[in-house]
């Protein structure tokens, strides 16, 4: 394709008749090794692969939003240095899935693509590129500009080599009284194989030389930050950090007495973690266990050293971690920087810091005494409600309605699924206590939310012991919804009581991401979700849905069957718009069907956090698709379905992202709001997400993203906008 335009988010992008017999093909994406060439909307159909976004190139485009926020000169400079941290942790989980998924396809000699039809090694070849040129900026933000201005502060991170006689004979004292008693040197060769190097472990490789023989060894010694921490704080205040790792090079002496130092260097290894459980398991809390147990021996996907590393040093990881060159990532800065965590976690510095946020308690729960109101008898007394994390408070909100049903003598049972929560959730010891009051307590664990399958075992183990009927769901599905569900005794019958969230129950992320909740007592409603909950315990297979869509039932029909409804009402001259606000935009089917509204004329704005398989902007394919990304202090995590036909609005919520994973492979929950007070609010949130023009990103139709400038005096900032709704609104409810 030429592209003639493709300004902006309004402007599409012209293609070209395309010449006999030549395959069709957009710009590609940054860093693909594909030549562009001539195409038209009539000779392409929608599934061609030249209309989608590859996956991979996109997540990654993704954290490049986030490193942007890192190198933003006017946040505040330990939240730049928290996204420096973020950054690298992203990073590491997407070698240890995505990119060890690849490898494994590229050395079966596999094909299977995306809808984009790029191979497994056009894929990595275009990864390495990326993450080479993001690494450098990287190492430029953090080592050439955040650590100068948090000296400037006071706050200081020293090298070695960079510090005072005085500050050196203190790193040398507290490294001999608390660093020493937990190394433990291994010489490799002599009869001493190499040793296992654990996922993401920092590790020094060492050459060693003894002045008798001349003779020329290799050591490894394994840094315990996982012990110890990452950083020595040293001073009178702690206020200066010293890498654990330089603190150990420089007292290499102590651990190899009588032997001469010629080079040290530090390495790290990134490991496949991702596995496959059989859906024939008989024991999947068993099969979880091995398979972790496994993974702990993954193949090595990627190596990280100092770019100083000799020669030498460099060959003999590459030959005894049996990897490839194009697998060596050469690091000019610190290595793992997500450890700076550390910094972030040194106390004070509040004029470096966001200003301090807490959600308050929701207008409608504001009880007596500073207690929230009883969520239940809100619920039936005034209808539905919805909240909106972290703006209103988790505490008072959800897990208020879980002790509040523990605590009430007329509910019967409560049943709750748990993808991700925190250690000492509130809500997973509330149904201990409901089994142990002799209520029915249900609690659906899923065991394989990936790298917490570990804590969400343990948790199941509790749970069994006290009573909580405890089920682990179906194996070759992941049970990804979001709900409680709470049968009460009134009257002469049952009712029950919902909430349904786009997030996980864990009060820790509730404060960090945007996240919202329906409670209903809709009896369609909670008809579905009992039934749910009966097809995830039992042996049942529901035969319809009265109103919930329900993965991998009827939710990416019901879903496509809005797109076309919306489609039908445009076409009539009827108002139509769809609006969508959610975290990855990756199934073919519901891109094809966004294409096809698009053509017929409907409005589409795209709220997209992170990986968007759709190209907008393109003429006669897309022209009316706006897609943009909001990456700002909170976490944007809430998934909100909009269609407008004439003076209809139909809006659902839940626990589903578009993409293949969602739609087929997992137990997802989508749940419509209708009461209209409540659309009004989501609708004001889909506004203000939209208009964002301070931490947003526009898409255009050769995959690259745009950031936003404000334009005029007044910038838009929807989560700065809601955390002063939120101040406004306490300081009324303080008033009366």
């Known amino acids: 394709m030429r592209r003639e335009e493709c300004a902006g988010s309004t402007a599409g992008c012209r293609i070209e008749p395309e010449p006999p017999k030549k395959k069709a093909k957009l710009m590609p994406q940054a860093n693909l090794p594909v030549e562009p060439v001539e195409a038209s909307p009539e000779s392409i159909e929608l599934d061609a692969p030249e209309l989608y976004l590859n996956r ?97 502060h006071g706050l200081r991170l020293i090298r070695l080599g960079e510090e005072s006689a005085a500050e050196r004979t203190e790193i040398d004292a507290r490294y001999l009284s608390q660093v020493f008693p937990a190394l433990t040197p291994l010489v490799v060769g002599m009869g001493r194989p190499f040793p296992y190097i654990s996922n993401l472990a920092l590790s020094l490789l060492i050459l060693l030389r003894d002045p008798d023989s001349e003779a020329e060894v290799m050591a490894r010694v394994k840094v315990p930050e996982e012990l110890l921490g990452r950083f020595l704080r040293i001073g ?23 032997m001469e130092i ?29 398979e972790l147990r496994r993974r702990r021996f993954g193949e090595v996907v990627r190596l990280e050293v100092q770019s100083a590393i000799s020669a030498r040093l460099r060959d003999r990881l590459i030959s005894e971690l049996e990897i490839e060159q194009d697998q060596v990532y050469d ?50 007394e005034s209808g539905d409600l919805l909240v909106h994390h972290p703006y209103d408070a988790f505490s008072t909100s959800v897990e208020a309605f879980v002790r509040q049903a523990v605590a009430d003598p007329e509910v019967l049972a409560i049943k709750q699924t748990v993808y991700r929560t925190s250690a000492d959730s509130p809500l997973v010891r509330a149904l201990i206590t409901a089994s142990e009051r002799g209520k029915q307590a249900v609690c659906m664990v899923e065991l394989q939310a990936r790298f917490d399958e570990q804590a969400n075992i343990e948790w199941a183990k509790k749970l069994e012991k006290s009573g909580v009927h405890v089920v682990y769901g179906i194996p070759s599905l992941k049970t990804h919804a979001k709900c409680i569900l709470v049968a009460r005794r009134e009257g002469d019958g049952v009712r029950h009581y919902a909430h349904i969230g786009t997030g996980n129950y864990n009060s820790k992320t509730a404060s960090l991401y945007t996240d919202l909740g329906l409670f209903t007592d809709d009896p369609d409603l909670g008809a579905d979700i009992a039934e749910m909950f009966n097809y995830l315990t039992g042996f049942a297979r529901p035969q319809r849905y009265r109103k919930a869509l329900v993965a991998p039932f009827n939710l990416q029909k019901g879903i496509l069957k809005e797109i076309r409804k919306t489609v039908k009402a445009h076409q009539a001259g009827r108002h139509a718009r769809i609006r969508m606000k959610m975290n990855s935009l990756l199934d073919p089917a519901s891109i094809e069907a966004l294409y096809e509204a698009s053509q017929a004329g409907v409005p589409i704005d795209l709220n997209v956090r992170g990986i968007c398989g759709l190209r907008p902007g393109l003429a006669g394919i897309s022209e009316t ?62 506004d203000l997400s939209i208009a964002d023009d301070v931490h947003a990103w526009d898409l255009d139709c050769d995959g690259n993203w745009t950031r936003r400038v404000p334009k005029g005096k007044k910038a838009h900032n929807v989560q700065r906008r809601l955390i002063d709704r939120t101040a406004e609104r306490a300081a009324e409810l303080g008033s009366h």
Not at 247 to 253: G, V
Not at 663 to 677: F, G, I, Q, S
């Open 56 to 152: 991979e190139l996109s997540w990654l485009e993704f954290n490049h939003r986030v490193l942007q926020l890192a190198e933003d000169s006017d946040l505040p400079l330990l939240e730049r240095v928290k996204f420096c941290a973020i950054y690298e942790s992203n990073l590491d989980e997407f070698y240890m899935v995505r990119v060890a998924n690849l490898h494994d396809q590229q050395e079966l000699g596999m094909e299977s693509r995306g809808a984009d039809d790029l191979s497994a090694g056009d894929q990595l070849a275009a990864i390495r590129g990326t993450v080479i040129e993001h690494r450098r900026r990287l190492d430029h933000c953090f080592e050439g500009q955040l650590l100068p201005q948090l000296a400037e």
């Open 236 to 258: 009178e205040a702690g206020l200066t950090l010293v890498p654990l790792e330089d603190a150990i090079a420089a007292n290499l002496a102590t651990l190899f007495p009588g």
């Open 625 to 686: 698709i706006k897609v943009v990304s909001v990456v700002g202090r909170f976490l944007e995590h809430s998934r909100i379905y909009s269609f407008e036909r004439g003076a209809e609005r139909h809006f659902y919520i839940g626990s589903a992202d578009l993409m293949p994973r969602n739609l087929y492979t997992r137990v997802e929950l989508l749940a419509p709001v209708e009461d209209p007070k409540l659309r009004d609010e989501l609708s004001d949130i889909l």
């Open 331 to 380: 690091i000019e800065g610190m290595l793992g920087l997500d450890d700076l965590w550390g910094i972030v976690a040194v106390p004070g510095f509040a004029d470096l810091r966001y200003t301090g946020f807490v959600g308050i308690t929701h207008p409608r729960l504001q009880g007596e005494e500073g207690e929230p109101a009883d969520v239940m008898s809100v619920i039936r």
């Open 262 to 290: 010629l080079e040290s260097a530090p390495f790290r290894v990134t490991r496949d973690t991702d596995y496959d459980i059989s859906d024939e398991a008989d024991d999947l809390r068993q099969a979880v266990e091995d």
